[in-house]
């Protein structure tokens, strides 16, 4: 089944300690992405991949890093997470630059 | 200014009837434009996506865009109780300055009463 897994679904961390968000998509796209969702916010951008060992910022990167070292994988590191950091986190996979996104089932994080 | 606004609704159509869903977007560069469908707890679905001007239609659906208003909008017809969800508006744009943005909307709430 074509799909973009990410894992964890859930997961409460405390302040200051480092997390990593796995995603994994097995449709071979070339862009990945990740989203934040928060209410009255919606959906937000916080980096994309246009390939292996390409990345670039969206629109809220501050706080985030990320890594693309094989076409499937794209890992979401929070180095230092912060409670503005609690939200609902989606990564996203699409074949081409201009083609909708695919979205995987969300992880719901937790910094207190 | 937000890149793409979309009334919050609620929206309430009665079953059988045609919903509409509006969205407007402020980057006149925006390429490329979608639908996409988020039930509650879940992740958004695509429905439709458009690149030019005029109507493009699937099933139930038709996605309208009008560039020089700056507006996409969505309409489901012979509305369903299944299609009570949230909308949410996408627009794209993608160029060498600045790399390949998406913008959402907050999305409309729909709920089609049986």
């Known amino acids: 089944e074509a799909q973009v897994t990410q894992n964890p679904r859930y997961l409460i961390t405390v302040t200051g300690k480092k997390l990593t968000v796995t995603c994994s998509q097995n449709?071979?796209?070339?862009?990945m992405s990740w989203y934040r969702q928060d209410p009255g916010l919606g959906l937000r951008q916080i980096y994309y991949s246009m390939n292996v060992e390409v990345t670039d910022k969206g629109d809220v990167p501050e706080g985030y890093k990320v890594s693309r070292k094989e076409k499937r994988n794209f890992p979401l590191i929070l180095e230092s997470p912060s409670p503005n950091q609690t939200s609902l986190y989606f990564c996203?996979?699409?074949?081409?630059?201009?083609?909708?996104?695919?979205f995987g089932s969300g992880t719901r994080l937790t910094v207190v | 200014q937000k890149e793409v606004e979309q009334n919050s609704g609620p929206l309430s159509v009665p079953e059988g009837a045609i919903a509409s869903l509006n969205c407007t977007y402020s980057?006149?560069?925006?390429?490329?434009f979608f639908w996409y469908r988020q039930y509650s707890g879940k992740s958004p679905e695509l429905i439709m996506f458009?690149?030019?001007?005029g109507d493009k239609e699937d099933g139930r659906f038709t996605a309208q865009l009008n560039k020089a208003s700056q507006y996409v909008s969505l309409l489901i017809r012979d509305s369903q109780p299944s299609d009570s969800a949230t909308y949410l508006c996408?627009?794209?744009?993608?160029?060498?300055?600045?790399?390949?943005?998406?913008?959402f909307g907050t999305g409309t709430s729909l709920t089609v009463i049986p």
């Open positions: 980057d006149r560069g925006s390429q490329s």
């Open positions: 996203a996979s699409s074949p081409t630059r201009n083609y909708g996104y695919t």
């Open positions: 996408a627009v794209n744009r993608f160029d060498d300055d600045t790399g390949n943005q998406f913008y």
């Open positions: 458009i690149y030019s001007n």
């Open positions: 449709m071979n796209h070339e862009y």
